[in-house]
C-alpha cells in the first residue's frame, strides 16, 4: 500500500456528496488502519477571532489573522480543530507533515494565532474527513477521487474559491474531458 499523506484528494466532478463536492482534501494520515484528511475549500460562517472567543482564548480583533474564515475539514467530530500551519520553531504540541506544513489541536497555538507568536502561514478547520481501513482504497477504485502530491501554496496562497480549480490545473489535463467511469483493464 501506498501511503498518500501530504497528497490531495481532488473530488472528481462526479461526486454528488454535498459535504466533498468540488472538495480539495489535504491528507495528513493514511495507513494500513486508514486515513485521515482536512477538507482546505469549504470556509464556514465563522471567523477565527469569533471561532477563538467560543472557546474563551482572549485575541486581538484588529489583526488580520482574526477576520480569516474557518473551514469545514469534514463530517467527523465538527466539534474538533485542527490547525494547518507552516513550520514554525517552538511549536511542540504541533506534528510535521511535510517541510512547510504542520498540524495541531494545541490551544497554544490556538492563542497564539492573532499575535506576533503567530506561524507565518494556517487554516483552522472543524471536523475532519476519515476512512475506515480499505474505504479509501475503494473510493479511488471508485473513482471518486483525484490525487496529486500536496502543495503548500493552494493550502495558505489560493484564494479558497480558486483551490478546487488550481489543484485540477496541476494536473495538466482539462477535467471537463473526464469520464466518470472508472476504467479497469
Not at 32 to 59: F, S, Y
Not at 134 to 150: F, R
Request: glycine share 6%; aromatic share 8%; hydrophobic share 40%.
Amino acid at each position: 500500500m501506498q501511503s498518500l499523506e501530504n497528497h490531495f484528494l481532488i473530488a472528481m466532478p462526479s461526486m454528488q456528496d454535498p459535504f466533498f463536492k468540488r472538495a480539495v482534501t489535504y491528507i495528513c494520515e493514511h495507513n494500513e488502519d486508514g486515513a485521515m484528511g482536512l477538507v482546505i475549500n469549504q470556509p464556514i460562517n465563522i471567523t477565527v477571532g469569533e471561532l477563538l472567543d467560543k472557546i474563551e482564548i482572549d485575541n486581538d480583533k484588529t489583526q488580520q489573522a482574526a477576520q480569516v474564515s474557518v473551514y469545514a475539514g469534514g463530517p467527523v467530530k465538527t466539534d474538533r480543530g485542527f490547525v494547518l500551519h507552516s513550520p514554525k520553531h517552538g511549536y511542540s504540541a504541533s506534528q510535521t507533515l511535510s517541510s512547510d506544513i504542520m498540524i495541531t489541536t494545541s490551544k497554544d497555538v490556538l492563542a497564539s494565532l492573532t499575535t506576533a507568536q503567530a506561524p507565518e502561514q494556517f487554516i483552522i478547520t472543524l471536523g475532519y474527513s476519515g476512512w475506515e481501513q480499505g474505504q479509501l482504497e475503494q473510493e479511488l477504485l471508485d473513482n471518486s477521487w483525484l490525487i496529486i502530491k500536496a502543495d503548500p501554496k493552494i493550502i495558505f496562497d489560493t484564494p479558497v474559491e480558486k483551490r478546487w480549480e488550481k489543484a485540477v490545473s496541476m494536473l495538466g489535463f482539462d477535467i471537463s474531458q473526464l469520464s466518470p467511469e472508472a476504467g479497469h483493464a
